[in-house]
């Protein structure tokens, strides 16, 4: 009787339910996930790991506590998780989905034309987005932010909205740019030069009107002359964003653009100040407009070894990674001479050896320690860093500047739903949030490698394992 009048009341606490008569009246399944040691990000270290049992209706968390106090609802369906860990569903905070990762992708950075035309890989893209969205849930990421793309990017948005096999998808349209890059104008171009504030005016309300999650101003630098008259150009950009209720996100890699995107209204800075170290001028923008700092540390060692022929998967690659994009990291070694531009060939003659950079790592530990959130973003879909597995290369150099596992996981879940912006939906295990949860065979907080032995992904309170996902690509 306490278990049936329990989850009437759990239900009827987060489902407007009247007349409610059990787990299963009105097709809510029910879930029940016991003996696992739950791990919740947002706690101090002291407090992060507890047993706990997380009962699941419908797509929601309904509960969450002790064994002794949390019981199991009569006809739920239970999964048996003593000596596994439960996480929340882990959110990469900068994704694109009209780039593979594969060595063709980015004609403006090698021309690989002869061997694959750009528009076949475009159309490729295109058509793999399902096998793209179930990798990514198979890394137990349930949430990506696609920080800028083609104007298809918001029918991608749409498409990952009505497949049951996808993650939660936030994005922007075309990058709203200080340079251009025909190469990849193929009629719907991924970035757009705007000279003047008019231009990017006109072009932020063309994107409006696709009802955006942000707009992206990639600020590159080009000349310290030109920066006053870019940041007019970024700040038209931003406060149009910001007249519409749409945070602004700008790819700005130095200090000197990074400090003046933020002057211009930044709320969202997707890649690590690079350049120099942080100082305090960045600091009290960065806290005045409370902005979320992504590092991307790994995507430019990526490009690095694919364009050297070095490019080597992991083991959670080997597992997770789409396997047409792990076939097409070998082609270096199959293509005709003559398809391979110059630069190419004199980088597999001296191939570097890429290390996270330096200054990179000491902004992140410094805007770490200064309470700025830092949030978990690969640039997946760049040459080298793959869709879904890459994001355990990324955890894994975030830890080299000094984050524990803990505080990684937290960029990468509780720090990532503000990049979603569903902080109140999403990034932990908590009543009331949505059922996003990893179930894991090792201790996430003892090594963030553990985070990719998945055994259970659950988005949305549906089930997935990463072995049923890679099969079915
Ligand atoms: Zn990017």
Redo the contacts with the bound molecule.
Sequence with gaps: MKIAHFAAAALAASLPLAGFGGPHAMGISVTAIVGATVIHPERDAATAAVPETVIVAGDRIVAVGPASSTPVPRGAKVIDAKGKWLIPGLIDS?V?FFQSGNLYTRPDGADFGKYMPYEKEVARNKARLPATFKVWLASGVTSVVD??GPMWNFDMRDAARASPAAPRVAVAGPLVSSVDRVALDLGDPPIIKASTPEEAVALVRRELARKPDYIKVWFVFTSAGDLPKQEIVVKAAGDAAHAAGVPLAV?ATELATAKAAMRAGADYL?HSVEDEPIDDEFLRLAKKNHILYCP?LFVINGYQYAFSGTWKPTEAEKRLGDPQILAAMDDLRKMPGDAIPDGIRKLMANPPHPEPGKVSLANLRRVWDEGIPVVMGT?AG?VGTLHGPGVFREMEYMTRAGLTPLEVLRSATTNGARAMRMERDIGAIAKGRYADLVILDADPLASVDNLSHASLVMKGGKLFTPEGLMKSL
């Design positions: 900068h694109h920080i800028g790819h997707v991307t640039d760049n």
